[in-house]
């Protein structure tokens, strides 16, 4: 594997990052691919993540669902609200989960999405302290290829990519 990143490093220009995101592109469903282990996620399986843009497009819905380790036959489900902090790239992000403060944006975490697929069909998104990093896919599944340049992405902004785990395929 690190040998395919470092051919794919050599190959792909800088230029594969997202400069500015369409938020109404990035909205719908994404399954996660591969994450650093966090608490907030320490009880789930499988995982996914649907984000819609409120009436007033001043903010994102978030409902983040996963299979629980300890049953996997139930899921655990967290709704939050994301505000963009960055609105000349669309890309920097604040997204809280706490209830009733999360209308207002409080007690919120950076969501930076570093890149996207040119199509959207791959996301790469981290934490500016690289504290979190995940690779989000629009399919249950994402092609090796695609998830190499995820790694690559990754990679090049410094996150360790030997932390990632991935994540076991979501099944409806």
């Not at 220009?13 to 591969?34: F, H, I, K």
């Not at 139930?74 to 963009?84: E, I, L, P, Y």
């Not at 969501?111 to 996301?123: E, H, K, M, Q, V």
Request: aromatic share 16%; with cysteine; proline share 5%.
């Amino acid at each position: 594997m690190r040998l395919k990143v470092l051919v794919l490093t050599a190959l792909f220009p800088l230029a594969l990052y997202s400069q500015t995101v369409d938020l109404e592109r990035y909205m719908g469903t994404w399954y996660e691919v591969a994450r650093y282990e966090n608490g907030f996620q320490k009880n789930c399986l499988a995982t996914k993540v649907d984000y819609k843009l409120s009436n007033s497009k001043k903010s994102v819905k978030v409902k983040n669902t996963c299979f629980k380790k300890d049953n996997p036959e139930k899921q655990q489900v967290a709704r939050g609200r994301a505000f963009v902090t960055d609105s000349s790239t669309n890309s920097k992000l604040k997204v809280s989960f706490v209830p009733f403060f999360k209308l207002f944006g409080w007690f919120a975490g950076p969501y930076w999405i570093l890149s996207t697929g040119f199509d959207y069909d791959f996301a790469v998104v981290g934490h500016p302290e690289k504290k979190y990093l995940w690779i989000l896919s629009r399919k249950p599944e994402l092609p090796r290829y695609k998830l190499l340049k995820a790694l690559y992405i990754a990679k090049r902004r410094g996150y360790d990519i030997k932390k990632l785990k991935m994540t076991p395929v979501w099944e409806n």
